[in-house]
């Protein structure tokens, strides 16, 4: 997943990273190509049967996963995401690649999200566009 997919808050304030910084974490989830671990997914699944029952809404404030949630109410799942991700100081692993280049790509293809075929929305990642030691320098702290 890119940066630019993880903008924060209603008004799509980007993150500013250094170049040299391939990996990062960051505690907003982006909706396109998440690679999810089974023990935190079942942490997320109870968490939200539990506040789905006591009629807990995913809002949070000055994010635009509240005007998705209210048009699309228990079909997205996003906003419940970054809720218990924030509420549990969790994280997700995020890439910063050269030439906005990714480990996966959606190519936004006619559909549910899009009324005619987009595009890919990056290049994915190969062997000749990075030096295989990019994990090298990172650090999660």
């Known amino acids: ?3 630019r997919f993880s903008d924060q808050g209603k008004y799509g304030n980007k993150i500013h990273l250094d170049s040299g910084m391939h990996v990062f974490l960051y505690q907003i989830v982006g909706t396109w190509g998440q690679l999810l671990f089974p023990k ?3 942490q997320f699944r109870l968490w939200y049967d539990e506040h789905k029952a006591k009629g807990i809404k ?3 404030e000055v994010m635009v996963t ?5 048009k699309m109410g228990e079909r997205i799942w996003t906003p419940w995401f970054i809720k218990f991700i924030l509420s549990h100081g969790y994280f997700n692993i995020y890439t910063n690649f050269p030439n906005e280049r990714a480990l996966s790509v959606s190519h936004r293809d006619a559909g549910v999200n899009y009324g005619k075929t987009a595009g890919p929305d990056s290049q994915l990642l190969d062997e000749n566009s990075l030096d295989y030691n990019f994990l090298n320098n990172a650090t999660f702290e």
């Open 1 to 3: 997943m890119e940066p």
């Open 40 to 42: 935190p997914w079942k």
């Open 58 to 60: 995913p809002y949070l």
């Open 66 to 70: 509240n005007g998705w949630y209210k």
